[in-house]
């Protein structure tokens, strides 16, 4: 395998640092969830944790850690590094890859696909505005927006709470707090998904997603362009202005890195959070127990209903890293340039961690979820987005209580960077 300029060479193991399960690869769900269409993992989570909880999984060309302990071990080890833009190259036909190459560029300058010193030397710049404080004095807005979008949901009728709030509501947040227009909202929200309909998938299917997602690239370099330009020049109090005037280590941010920075942090501020939302209200819905008792007592309750819908349903299920050098996971031989990926979903539901981790079930304590990660990646805007889906809770315990599911039939997002219904439809009761 040749080495990758921009990512880190694929190795494939030897064979004696593999241990075949003839029954685990043949299981149907196995090449389902390889394939990135498998509906519900949770019975092959099951199967990988208690058969092989570090697998090597050929079809993929990488290891799956499913156990919470071997997870926690690996999102922490300085030997398993961020730069893994490799998983795309990997994937890529040859000339396809040269083709996208100014994408592949463009996603190493993720926040999430860095390394020490400049993993830090971004973060630093852009973490004021996701400190608890900061956060908190947003409690207002936010409150007033939910408000909005729930106002405008019909009565009695189905409506796809995915679309008319699960998703507008966090990208309205997200371009307040960059400062993008909320008038263009839906053109970033467009070119954003567009271009994560590549970065969160792995596998062949990369190929039929790279050049719509480079075009993508290309409409957010576009659309950010004069709005960076303004904040260089004009007056403005908001993210964008803070990191375009910022200097890093003495440095200006380059353009890459301001675009980079940009449209990670607006696509993580939006997607993610509203997969959480989503998950969490489906989860509810679907235990009507659970729901009963958030109405209830939402303020008592909403804390452990955020924890619990993030462990049950992990919204960001996986964390890709590659080996730096030889190492051990879990009793498994590691090679120097091999992927690791992280099943956050399945560790979330790790038995050894969560009795009973298959029960919805929001009095759970302690959740030492890992939803939002661990280590020096742990996710930049993990408060904004519990004080999101806090507020989200909370009112939706409070005005609908008779919220329903119109169609029980969820149908599940195939990328496998993002665990997310493809749609939520409800009922607002009166």
Request: aromatic content about 6%; glycine content about 6%; hydrophobic content about 45%.
């Amino acid at each position: 395998m040749p080495r990758i300029e921009l990512g880190t060479e694929i190795a494939i193991p030897s064979m004696d640092a593999v241990i075949p399960l003839t029954d685990l690869t043949s299981d149907p769900d196995y090449a389902l969830f390889c394939q990135e269409r498998l509906q519900d993992p949770h019975r092959l989570f099951r199967r990988l944790r208690a058969e092989d909880p570090v697998h090597w999984c050929e079809p993929m060309s990488l290891w799956f850690a499913t156990r919470y302990d071997d997870a926690m071990r690996g999102l922490r080890d300085p030997r398993l590094s961020s730069r893994r833009t490799g998983i795309y190259l990997q994937a890529l036909s040859p000339g396809l890859g040269s083709r996208v190459q100014p994408l592949i560029a463009h996603l190493s300058n993720w926040l999430q696909m860095t390394d020490e010193p400049d993993h830090g030397r971004l973060r630093k710049l852009v973490s004021a505005a996701f400190a608890s404080q900061a956060v908190e004095a947003m409690r207002p807005r936010l409150e007033a927006l939910v408000d909005e979008f729930l106002d405008a949901l019909p009565v009695g009728r189905p409506v796809d709470l995915l679309e008319s709030f699960c998703l507008p509501f966090p990208a309205t947040v997200i371009c307040e707090l960059l400062g993008v227009p909320v008038s263009e909202r839906d053109r970033f929200r467009s070119a954003a998904y567009r271009l994560s309909k590549f970065s969160g998938r792995g596998g062949p299917d990369l190929n039929q997603y790279a050049g719509d997602a480079l075009a993508a690239l290309e409409d957010l370099s576009n659309l950010f362009a004069p709005l960076i330009e303004e904040r260089r020049t004009a007056g403005k109090n908001d993210l964008l202005a803070a990191m375009a005037n910022a200097h890093a280590d003495g440095e200006r941010l380059s353009r890459d890195e301001m675009l980079a920075l940009c449209v990670f942090l607006f696509i993580a501020g939006h997607e993610t959070t509203a997969s959480g939302i989503a998950n969490g209200v489906l989860a509810l819905l679907r235990h009507p127990d659970q729901f009963a008792a958030l109405k209830a007592d939402p303020d008592g309750l909403v804390a452990g209903a955020i924890e619990e819908a993030l462990r049950y349903e992990s919204p960001v299920p996986r964390s890709v890293r590659v080996a730096r050098d030889d190492m051990e996971l879990g009793g498994k031989r590691i090679r120097s340039g091999q992927l690791v990926v992280m099943l956050l979903g399945a560790a979330n539901r790790d038995p050894a961690q969560f009795p009973n981790p298959d029960v919805f079930d929001i009095r759970r304590k302690p959740s030492r979820t890992l939803a939002f990660g661990h280590g020096l990646h742990f996710c930049l805007g993990a408060l904004l987005a519990r004080l999101e889906m806090d507020i989200a809770f909370r009112t939706i315990a409070k005005r609908l209580p008779n919220l329903r599911l119109a169609d029980e039939t969820i149908l599940w997002k195939t990328a496998m960077g993002l665990r997310a219904p493809q749609s939520l439809p409800i009922i607002a009761a009166s």
